[in-house]
């Protein structure tokens, strides 16, 4: 009985550090940007998709297309920012979810007129293939592997923006752009490189769900809902506060899934409406 | 004068003809075959535009004409939303003369447009979906539920993996009606088989991450874990079991698995599956005929659903031609009274519940290593007839069915 609870734990904790990791790079995108980027999804999707693309068509490995499906999700990010969410600067930040929005069921109805609906199998790269027997659970190794990377690279982002100088520009940034740029900072610039540092984040995601999930064009809009939920719970914009709650999400899951497994897809909607009522700015969040 | 009126008269005459045919032949001057289905949804790789392909075949291969009028294949998007769907059927009917509506993937879209055209006497050629009701309480005298239907699924899968010495099962089920009705319909079927239930648990629907209900699986034990589920959620818990290691320890039985999805899962993760189906392209000569033709045309072998509706319109012209005219009642007779002798089906009969009873297969998933060319994935181990792959008569539901 703790043994299985355990077990469940553990794969809540898994799933936890997967929404950590894709909840950072929304929250990083809303604190400074203050858009709501509901293309998230469609750039996790984007993420795994280069991946298998880059596999299947070029044989570009795993380890490859760790790094250069989030560069090219940068990028292409990074051009979005720069020639259609600028222009919605000093708006209500409702026009930039619509944008986002948008192009997201763009970016998807062409994916699935391109590859159709049940979507592509990415295999587990070989040195990662295989799974170990805790005793009280068969971990497969790939999954102990997304908890490692993606809790890497959730804590080295909080220290950057934290406790280095960029990331106090950025801080800056978000209480007052217009004073920032007095400094001398080029602030229109540091919205685009943040643009699209979110944007590899999410692509990063991607490709670490790749081998888990089937590839599929509705991959991003399936995740995307609880991601939002994880970033509400956190208080929007709040860093530490994104990697917490994904953590804490994925466990309060795991133990749903055990408890009582049909709840266990609203039960984060449950924290959420929760959390709003008590505090409407979310745990980790400010009054603004 | 005279001569004026005359020719006026044969005028008149020569226009009336047609009319005077229209009673015993082709109302409209043509056959109109519309295929109304899941263009871009979820359903959209097992039927959507292979089904229309199929039926362009079928009317092709009939020679594009029958009693020398044109057959015409159109075909329209219904999103799975059952409004839309009996709306563009009622255009069709009303507007654009289609005679016979085809496929209607998922079930709700189908006992949606099943009485609008059972209402204006047009007939309904379901392929796609699977609901039990179709032919149950909820069946219509111009209705014909041609491939499966759950209770084949859970018949054919249920009895079938018994018998080949599964045992125990556990059931991971999408939390909804589909899913539920399909656990308990195939429980049953385990049961009366000589087979043990060890446990369920219901996933939410949709879920993307299957890793604790698989989980609980492993840990109960269970021979077999049935697999209560359709489309994505099926094609993520086959993936991550094996990811997971349940197999090849354990096995997995789909319950509704089309051949698209073991092509998008690809076999190192799929062998060993289990699952029932009412065609296979590589079975023998004459599906491998056709489903070669079907492949030249779209890139994809078929599935169950794609060879359904080309049989199924075939079946349809074939009684237009017989009946001599396209009058839904006389053609539903002919239909009736012709059994269905294709590479789909083997003398096949359409029942007073419209339910075509056929031969269904049980089928297990190849391995890698025993695939010798592209879709190369099934090893049948199984014919299962009729009688045992769908429900009796004597039980059926629906009113039309004289006991």
Not at chain 1, 115 to 123: H, K, L
Not at chain 2, 328 to 345: C, H, I, Q
Request: proline share 4%; glycine share 10%; with cysteine.
């Amino acid at each position: 009985m703790t043994q299985a609870l355990f077990g469940q734990l553990l794969v809540g904790l898994i799933n936890g550090s997967f929404y950590a990791l894709l909840s950072l790079g929304l929250a990083i995108i809303f604190g400074l940007l203050d858009v709501v980027n509901f293309a998230h999804g469609a750039q996790y999707m984007l993420g795994a998709y280069l991946a298998w693309m880059g596999l299947t068509w070029l044989g570009i490995g795993y380890w490859v297309a760790l790094f250069a499906a989030p560069a090219a999700v940068g990028i292409l990010g990074m051009a979005v920012e720069r020639l259609l969410l600028r222009r919605l600067r000093g708006l209500d930040n409702l026009y930039g979810l619509l944008l986002t929005f948008g192009l997201a069921l763009a970016v998807e109805g062409l994916f699935r007129q391109g590859f159709g609906i049940s979507g592509n199998s990415y295999p587990v790269p070989a040195q990662l293939t295989g799974a170990k027997n805790l005793g009280f659970m068969v971990l497969p190794i790939y999954r102990a592997w997304v908890v490692v990377a993606s809790l890497v690279v959730c804590f080295s982002s909080w220290l950057v923006i934290e406790k280095t100088r960029l990331g106090a520009y950025l801080r800056a940034g978000t209480e007052n752009p217009r004073m920032l740029q007095a400094f001398g900072v080029n602030v229109p610039l540091m919205f685009t490189v943040t643009y699209g540092f979110g944007a590899a984040l999410a692509a990063f995601a991607g490709v670490m769900a790749a081998p888990v999930y089937q590839v599929t064009p509705t991959m991003g809009s399936q995740v995307i809902i609880v991601v939002f939920a994880v970033v509400v719970i956190g208080g929007m914009g709040s860093i530490l506060g994104a990697i917490v709650t994904g953590l804490g999400l994925g466990l309060l899951e795991g133990a749903a899934k055990f408890f009582w497994p049909e709840i266990s897809g609203t039960v984060v909607f449950i924290a959420m409406a929760l959390v709003l009522l008590l505090r409407p700015a979310g745990l980790f969040g400010r009054q603004r | 004068m005279n001569r004026i009126h005359l020719s006026k008269l044969s005028l008149a005459l020569l226009a009336a003809l047609p009319l005077a045919g229209q009673a015993a032949g082709v109302s409209d001057g043509v056959v109109k075959v519309g295929v109304l289905t899941d263009m871009t949804g979820a359903y959209s790789d097992l039927a959507g535009p292979g089904s229309v392909a199929a039926a362009q075949m079928a009317a092709e291969d009939f020679g594009g004409k029958v009693l020398g009028k044109p057959i015409v294949v159109i075909s329209a998007d219904h999103q799975n939303k059952p409004d839309v769907a009996s709306n563009v059927a009622r255009r069709w009917f009303d507007e654009e003369q289609v005679d016979v509506v085809a496929d209607l993937v998922s079930s709700s879209t189908a006992l949606a447009v099943m009485p609008v055209a059972a209402a204006k006497k047009r007939i309904t050629l379901l392929s796609g979906p699977g609901s039990d009701p179709i032919t149950g309480d909820r069946c219509t005298p111009y209705n014909v539920h041609y491939t499966y239907d759950t209770y084949s699924m859970a018949h054919g899968t249920g009895s079938a993996v018994v018998q080949q010495g599964g045992k125990s099962w556990f059931f991971i089920t999408a939390d909804y009606v589909f899913g539920r009705t399909l656990e308990e319909d195939t429980a049953s079927v385990v049961r009366a088989a000589g087979g043990k239930v060890l446990g369920a648990v219901r996933a939410p629907f949709p879920t993307a991450d299957f890793s604790s209900y698989l989980l609980q699986a492993q840990s109960s034990g269970a021979q077999i874990v049935g697999l209560a589920n359709a489309g994505a959620d099926t094609v993520n818990s086959i993936k991550q079991a094996h990811e997971f290691g349940l197999t090849p320890k354990q096995s997995l039985a789909g319950l509704l698995v089309f051949i698209s999805d073991i092509h998008s899962l690809g076999l190192e993760a799929a062998q060993g599956l289990y699952l029932t189906t009412a065609f296979y392209w590589d079975r023998d000569d004459e599906s491998r005929k056709w489903s070669q033709r079907f492949y030249a045309r779209t890139k994809k072998m078929p599935t169950m659903v794609h060879a359904g509706v080309y049989s199924e319109v075939m079946h349809y012209l074939q009684a237009v031609k017989a009946a001599g005219t396209d009058d839904a009642d006389a053609v539903m007779k002919k239909m009736r009274e012709t059994p269905v002798n294709d590479f789909f089906a083997k003398n096949a009969r359409i029942g007073p519940d419209g339910l075509l009873r056929h031969d269904m297969y049980l089928a297990r998933v190849k391995a890698p290593k025993d695939s010798k060319k592209p879709w190369d994935y099934y090893q049948i181990l199984k014919t299962i007839p009729p009688d045992q792959a769908f429900p009796p008569l004597s039980a059926s539901k629906c009113p039309l069915v004289k006991k």
